[in-house]
C-alpha cells in the first residue's frame, strides 16, 4: 500500500509562489510515476504536471504556461511542486498522484493513478 501525503498548500496573493511537497511510502520510489492534481471549487479534476519515474519524463497541462515546476528527490521519496505567479484561478485542492507500476511517461489521465494523497489546499487571493 503506498501512502502519499501532501504539505505546503496555503493563503497566498496573487503573484506569490508556494511549493508543494508530496512524501511517498514504498522502497520503489524512484519507479513511481507521479503526477499532481488539482480540483476547484465546481470543477472538475484536472492534471496540473506529471514526472516519470525516470525523472527526466516531465509534462505540464497548458495553463501551467511555465509558471511550474515538478521535480522530485528519489532519495528522499518526495516530490515537490514549486508554482510561481500564482493567479485567483490557481485556487484549489490540489492532490498528490502515484502510479507505482506507471510509465516512464507520466499520464494526464487520473484513473491512471492508482494512490492518492488527501490533498492540500491552495487558496490564492486577487
Known amino acids: 500500500q503506498v501512502q502519499l501525503a501532501e504539505s505546503g498548500g496555503g493563503l497566498v496573493q496573487a503573484g506569490d509562489s508556494l511549493t508543494l511537497s508530496c512524501a511517498a511510502s514504498?522502497?520503489?520510489?524512484?519507479?513511481?510515476?507521479m503526477g499532481w492534481f488539482r480540483q476547484a471549487p465546481g470543477k472538475e479534476r484536472e492534471f496540473v504536471a506529471g514526472?516519470?519515474?525516470?525523472?527526466?519524463?516531465?509534462l505540464y497541462a497548458e495553463f501551467v504556461e511555465g509558471r511550474f515546476e515538478i521535480s522530485r528527490d528519489n532519495a528522499k521519496n518526495t516530490m515537490s511542486l514549486q508554482m510561481n505567479s500564482l493567479r485567483p484561478e490557481d485556487t484549489a485542492v490540489y492532490y498528490c498522484?502515484?502510479?507505482?507500476?506507471?510509465?516512464?511517461?507520466?499520464?494526464?489521465?487520473?484513473?491512471?493513478?492508482?494512490?492518492w494523497g488527501q490533498g492540500t489546499q491552495v487558496t490564492v487571493s486577487s
Open positions: 514526472i516519470g519515474w525516470g525523472q527526466f519524463s516531465l
Open positions: 498522484a502515484a502510479d507505482p507500476l506507471g510509465p516512464y511517461n507520466p499520464p494526464t489521465n487520473q484513473n491512471e493513478y492508482d494512490f
Open positions: 514504498g522502497r520503489t520510489f524512484s519507479r513511481y510515476t
